[in-house]
């Protein structure tokens, strides 16, 4: 909301500035006559129809025509939104000027063979670039402005996950060094529960070690997704209703770091896990081009579990910084049944 009225108050003193320059411009060289003209009739209703020809064109190209070509890299397809945008500058123009004025003063400011549709719109096609290139060097302005705003706010979040993870790396050494004694001493006796110790401490050193930077290999992520739902699985025993399947090559892809245990983490803390006849799904799909995660799971009636919240908020804002508008994250609650989608690509736009 506070960038849109600041984009809104710019947008402002662009209007403001253009029209004291055509005043001033009028002034030093038509002088003080030719800059009363622009406040007599019939000159003052050409002037406002030149500035909502323009300032709509501006408007059109800043609101949809960049953000759906420049905003996806597209040239070509803003090339052609240019020409979009001169013929709405020139049908703008004729409808207020030739039809509209017409009907007021009886007069055509073009004679009849100008006003066929090539002719006048090549000839408003010099008047319509000054709305086109203003809007476009603003849309530039706020992308850049909004990317720097990105950037800072990702480094906040970094510093701060930081300094949690270095808040939870309280002598991780002697944990990990009395796990270690505990699967050197039980590995002989009792090899299942010395392999049970083994994939904990993998776990909580992949946690604390090496998922501190922003990507990781997909196998990885996937280990450590796999020796999360294992543990779950001792824990439950027998009791555990969950599908969990994979599907296509899992290899080095580069995804961002411990984004799909956020998912899974919900389905053992929310979720029903223990109801045979409605089991909880993960699935996981792989592609070359992409990886996408769906999860399912009735809710627990002891949780109040809301589709808000500090988690999903930081995730959202992670991956807004990562991929821009490039992903694909759903979140549906109906009833007593919860879901969601994740779509991720592999190859991230710049």
């Known amino acids: 909301m506070e960038i ?7 947008h402002f003193a662009v209007v403001l500035t253009i029209v004291l320059m055509d ?39 800043f609101y949809f025509v960049c953000p759906y070509t420049l905003g996806k890299k597209h040239c070509v397809r803003f090339a052609i939104g240019v020409v979009f945008l001169i013929v709405i500058f020139g049908r703008v123009r004729y409808f207020l000027e030739e039809v509209l004025l017409f ?34 060097l603003v849309y530039f302005f706020f992308e850049y402005a909004t990317n720097q705003h990105r950037i ?71 280990n450590f997704i796999e020796d999360y739902i294992y543990l779950h699985r001792k824990r439950f025993e027998d009791t555990l209703s969950l599908d969990y399947t994979i599907t296509g090559v899992v290899g080095d892809q580069k995804v961002p770091s411990l984004v799909f245990i956020h998912f899974i983490e919900n389905i053992f803390k929310h979720g029903v896990v223990t109801n045979s006849a409605f089991p909880a799904k993960i699935s996981i799909i792989v592609t070359e081009e992409f990886i996408s995660m769906e999860t399912y799971n009735k809710i627990s009636s002891a949780e109040q579990y809301s589709t808000s919240g500090i988690g999903k908020e930081n995730l959202e804002r992670r991956l807004s910084a990562i991929y821009k508008q490039d992903y694909v994250l759903h979140y549906n609650q109906s009833d007593d049944i919860f879901t969601t989608s994740l ?8």
């Not at 849109?4 to 710019?10: A, L, T």
């Not at 007021?104 to 000054?130: C, M, Q, V, W």
Request: aromatic share 18%.
């Open 4 to 10: 849109n009225k600041k984009q809104w108050y710019f």
């Open 103 to 136: 009907e007021f003063t009886g007069k055509h400011n073009y004679f009849e063979e100008s006003r066929r549709f090539l002719f006048y719109t090549f000839d408003n096609s010099i008047y319509a670039i000054k709305g086109i290139l203003y809007s476009t």
């Open 23 to 61: 005043l001033f411009s009028d002034y030093v060289y038509g002088g003080s006559e030719r800059f009363l003209g622009n406040f007599q009739l019939p000159l003052n209703y050409m002037r406002v129809i030149m500035y909502t020809a323009t300032f709509t064109t501006y408007a059109v190209n």
């Open 152 to 222: 800072h706010t990702l480094e906040l979040d970094y510093n701060k996950a930081e300094l949690s993870l270095l808040k939870s790396q309280l002598e991780p050494h002697f944990l990990f060094n009395t796990l270690n004694a505990f699967y050197t001493d039980l590995v002989d006796d009792k090899p299942k529960i010395a392999k049970d110790i083994l994939r904990l401490c993998q776990l909580l050193r992949y946690v604390t070690y090496e998922a501190g930077t922003d990507f990781m290999p997909l196998s990885k992520e996937i």
């Open 343 to 350: 779509k991720l690509p592999f190859k991230i736009k710049s």
